[in-house]
């Protein structure tokens, strides 16, 4: 249910970029690095979604290959 919570943001037939950065704290820094690139998006349809990397993604043994990113607490 939560994943397709925002499933109507992006109908079929649409085109989409999507990118993601892994960090380790959500820092002022960061915040501000995110609300300035938020004022600056291309459309109103376009958006900043930072999720918490928690549960069973901090449980899965770090692997360089097959689980990069997972030592890190966000995603956004």
């Given at each position: 249910?939560?994943?397709?919570a925002?499933?109507?943001?992006?109908?079929?037939?649409?085109?989409?970029?999507m990118?993601?950065?892994?960090?380790?704290?959500?820092?002022?820094?960061?915040?501000?690095?995110?609300?300035?690139?938020?004022?600056?998006?291309?459309?109103?349809?376009?958006?900043?979604?930072?999720?918490?990397?928690?549960?069973?993604?901090?449980?899965?043994?770090?692997?360089?290959?097959?689980?990069?990113?997972?030592?890190?607490?966000?995603?956004?």
């Open positions: 249910m939560l994943q397709s925002n499933t109507w943001r992006f109908p079929d037939d649409e085109r989409y970029f990118k993601s950065h892994f960090i380790d704290e959500l820092t002022d820094e960061a915040i501000r690095t995110l609300l300035d690139w938020d004022s600056r998006r291309p459309t109103p349809e376009s958006l900043i979604v930072v999720r918490t990397l928690g549960g069973a993604v901090a449980r899965v043994d770090p692997d360089p290959v097959t689980a990069r990113g997972v030592d890190a607490n966000y995603l956004p």
